[in-house]
């Protein structure tokens, strides 16, 4: 009798273990499915895109967003940006979310339910800077939150994506200087075995492929040290940044503080050869021109613009509009300002957008 009862549990057990990993099998294809239709929905966008530019476009006025001329020489951290914050992420599917929920709790499966619109609607809408995170997956540098589960995306290929920025600054040639943040990514590896680390050589590639696309576009640290006559990046923040009459049509791409951009700083510590600027968090680094400060300390920020540091803070936090937030963020004076309730999301038509002032390019109070 109890070699029966142990034979129908061993064989209970088995039959569980063989419909999990049937249902993981099952969520690994589906969300694989849903990763492809996202690369392909791109593909599809840019060749739409590259059509609708070739049939007569007329370009927009960069004086609806602002009240200073790219013509003139307001130095780059006289003017105020309004950031989207994670500017590529889609919907993820519902099995994501559910399983985001099983391991996190419901409240943080509810925080992934936004998205933006293509970088070129939104920089057709004013916006000037972006946030990417960055991660490599058989050999493609891709934006996604969360691998796997949360890997909806409106830059599934990098390269579009960067393209999609070219195609629009062609057609714009005057255009504010787009400040781009790449945050690379190595956390939540293990959900998807496709996921490469990223080292010394792709980190090479990685500025090979800003330089192809992007070419006498892109403004670097060397192109900083030189306008100011500088040795270092220390004495060209002292000496100040260059105009808009010296920066429109350029591109600026900062690499977000962490593990990889360490990596990235040790290419070349003089950054002479490098493409993009480096930052710090909160406190500044040696060789670093911008900073990444989230939580809005006005002294703190001051501070580190009246040193001619490039700041970049946030106006809310998990997708919540903070009235004492935005304030403080707006007091602080730091000349990025990343949201996530921002007409460039998807699903929202009111949200913050461009307002005027004389001198200063800042966004209006959210309206609910």
Same mark, same amino acid.
């Given at each position: ?31 694989? %499915? $849903?990763?492809? @239709?996202? /690369?392909?929905?791109?593909?599809? &966008?840019?060749?739409?895109?590259? !059509? #609708? ?22 130095? %780059? $951290?006289?003017? @105020?940006? /309004?950031?989207?914050?994670?500017? &590529?992420?889609?919907?993820?599917? !519902? #099995? ?22 293509? %970088? $070129? ?40 994506? %960067? ?206």
């Amino acid at each position: 009798m109890k070699r029966k009862i142990l034979k129908t549990t061993i064989r209970i057990l088995l039959a569980l273990v063989i419909v999990l990993a049937a249902a993981f099998g099952g969520l690994l294809i589906h969300f694989n %499915l $849903n990763h492809g @239709r996202a /690369l392909e929905a791109e593909i599809e &966008y840019m060749k739409a895109l590259e !059509a #609708a530019y070739a049939g007569g476009y007329t370009p927009r006025d960069e004086g609806l967003f602002s009240d200073i001329s790219t013509g003139e020489a307001v130095p %780059l $951290n006289g003017v @105020r940006y /309004l950031a989207t914050h994670n500017s &590529y992420k889609q919907y993820g599917s !519902a #099995a994501g979310k559910f399983m985001i929920s099983l391991v996190s709790g419901r409240q943080e499966a509810e925080l992934l339910k936004y998205a933006y619109r293509r %970088l $070129n609607d939104q920089l057709e809408q004013g916006i000037r800077s972006f946030e990417l995170d960055i991660r490599l997956r058989k050999g493609v540098f891709e934006a996604v939150h969360v691998p796997l589960v949360d890997n909806m995306s409106n830059v599934m290929d990098l390269d579009l994506g %960067l393209r999609e920025l070219r195609l629009f600054s062609d057609h714009h040639p005057d255009h504010f200087p787009v400040i781009t943040i790449f945050e690379f990514k190595d956390d939540w590896m293990f959900l998807d075995p496709a996921l490469q680390e990223i080292g010394d050589e792709e980190l090479r590639l990685f500025d090979a492929m800003l330089n192809r696309i992007f070419g006498d576009k892109l403004y670097v640290p060397a192109d900083f040290l030189a306008d100011t006559g500088s040795a270092s990046l220390e004495e060209a923040l002292a000496k100040g940044w260059p105009g808009l009459n010296r920066l429109a049509g350029k591109f600026i791409f900062v690499m977000h503080p962490g593990p990889i951009a360490a990596r990235y700083a040790a290419l070349d510590a003089s950054q002479h050869s490098l493409s993009m600027f480096q930052a710090s968090d909160d406190v500044p680094g040696p060789g670093t021109a911008f900073i990444i400060y989230n939580e809005p300390d006005v002294d703190a920020i001051q501070a580190l613009i009246g040193k001619g540091y490039m700041v970049r803070t946030r106006l809310d936090d998990l997708l919540v509009f903070d009235p004492d937030r935005y304030q403080r963020a707006m007091e602080s004076g730091a000349q990025i300002l990343s949201s996530d309730l921002t007409l460039g999301r998807l699903d929202m038509e009111q949200g913050y957008t461009w307002l005027t002032q004389p001198g200063l390019t800042v966004v209006r109070n959210w309206v609910y």
